[in-house]
């Protein structure tokens, strides 16, 4: 999966510049991110997560008001739920938030520190990666119909072989097609790649 591929290295990229880890959340449409990733320490994430606290997040907040990047200990806002102070508890002492895209489809990432402040220059590194990989995972505004036609199948319980026999290819056709309609969707499996067509309403 060539795409996944080229996400993946950026992904790892961004973890040599974040040695405490980072949440990306790529292409936030009705507060739902297309692709999500963190890589915080999980009792973090979990209390995170347990809380709601994205919705009183700070570094959220100006995410989704801003374009481009930012100290964490510069974002001036209300945090009446100490989510920086309790982030810090977890090693996540120094961070930054990076922000692209338009509103409608904002992607916004956290990346941290427990040692110093990001230099501008890692600022700038990831910063100019999270627009690459912002870039590289744009959700698709259709599946070919071919693509479509076998997902559809699958949905329905078809095995691979009847839904080939359906369609009048063969099984390895039909997985081909499975296969691209993942990477245009940018999953792993069939399974997902079914979910994501029905949230875009590509079925």
Excluded: C
Aim: glycine share 8%; proline share 4%.
């Amino acid at each position: 999966m060539t795409v996944m591929l080229g996400l993946d290295h950026g992904l790892a990229q961004l973890s040599d510049l974040a040695p405490r880890g980072y949440a990306l959340g790529l292409h936030i449409r009705f507060a739902a991110a297309h692709l999500m990733i963190q890589t915080y320490d999980p009792r973090w994430t979990q209390r995170y997560t347990e809380n709601g606290y994205m919705l009183a997040d700070p570094m959220v907040f100006w995410g989704f008001g801003n374009n481009g990047t930012i100290r964490w200990s510069e974002i001036d806002l209300p945090d009446p739920h100490n989510i920086m102070g309790q982030a810090a508890d977890f090693g996540l002492k120094f961070g930054i938030a990076v922000t692209t895209g338009p509103t409608s489809s904002r992607t916004i990432g956290g990346f941290a520190r427990g040692d110093r402040e990001f230099t501008d220059g890692e600022m700038e590194k990831i910063q100019a990666l999270v627009e690459k990989l912002h870039e590289q995972s744009t959700p698709p505004d259709n599946l070919t119909p071919a693509q479509r036609m076998a997902l559809r199948l699958i949905a329905k319980g078809s095995r691979h072989a009847e839904a080939a026999a359906l369609l009048g290819i063969s099984e390895s056709a039909l997985k081909a097609r499975l296969r691209a309609a993942r990477e245009r969707l940018f999953v792993r499996t069939t399974a997902e790649a079914i979910q994501r067509a029905q949230e875009y309403n590509l079925l």
